[in-house]
């Protein structure tokens, strides 16, 4: 049988790595952040100085990119070249790096061979934009994670808090707003739910809610062994 693959996709701040996390950890099941991969793809090419806007060198590195993911605990290592660049690549202008090198398709292709080499027994739970549109076109269960906007920008705001930093709800929910407009409309693959996902709307639900509700609808898939 193949392997039982999960594809969580959504737009920014929807709860998605979280959930994915969680639902992964639950069946005990590999996790893709192939968000991790395009911020990793950033920060290197930054670091060894190949420029952004240089396609073709993008595409090499992409080919030849030295990560490797180790899975610790309910963590995932994200091992760059021997180095841990998991905190590092979290950070917001890493972020900003990933979202420039994501939208070269042929960057995305180079990069698709390395997303479903993650497809290994017992099952994996794969967290993206396009793991249900493009990566995992097969998978048995798409879930295509949303929330308001006022509810996704008071999340970020929260953790931005915790961390320390500063930011306003109105600059957040306005930044938001812009970035799915982005995503959304963009010429290579676009932020959208794939025609089989089942949209669920996050906006007055727990993680906890969220994660039992894909369990409930894995298993009514039988996609969990007993
Ligand atoms: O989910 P994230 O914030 O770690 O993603 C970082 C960037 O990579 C974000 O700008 C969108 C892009 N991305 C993508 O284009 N396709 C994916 N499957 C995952 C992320």
Redesign the pocket.
């Known amino acids: 049988m193949s392997v039982p693959i999960i594809t969580i996709d959504g737009p920014?701040s929807s709860g998605k790595g979280t959930v994915a996390r969680e639902v992964a950890v639950k069946l005990g099941w590999h996790l893709l952040d192939?968000?991790?991969l395009?911020?990793v793809l950033g920060f290197h090419a930054e670091r060894i100085g190949v420029s952004l806007d240089d396609e073709s060198a993008l595409i090499e590195l992409a080919k030849s990119l030295p990560v490797r993911f180790v899975e610790k605990g309910g963590d995932t290592l994200v091992i760059l070249d021997g180095d841990d660049v998991s905190d590092t690549i979290r950070n917001e202008q890493v972020?900003e790096l990933?979202?420039k090198v994501?939208v070269f398709q042929p960057v995305r292709d180079a990069l698709l061979g390395r997303q479903q080499a993650f497809a290994q027994s017992p099952g994996l739970v794969a967290d993206?934009?396009?793991?249900g549109t493009v990566v995992f076109t097969a998978a048995p269960l798409k879930i295509f994670l949303t929330a308001s906007a006022e509810e996704r920008a008071r999340r970020r705001y929260n953790q931005l808090k915790d961390k320390g930093f500063g930011a306003t709800l109105a600059a957040l929910i306005e930044d938001i707003r812009n970035r799915d407009e982005r995503d959304m409309n963009r010429d290579v693959?676009p932020l959208r739910p794939a025609d089989d996902a089942l949209v669920v709307d996050s906006t007055a639900l727990s993680v906890v809610e969220v994660v039992d509700r894909i369990l409930d609808e894995a298993q009514q898939r039988s996609l969990l062994s007993v």
């Open positions: 920014v192939s968000g991790a395009y911020r972020g990933a979202s994501a993206g934009r396009d793991m693959a």
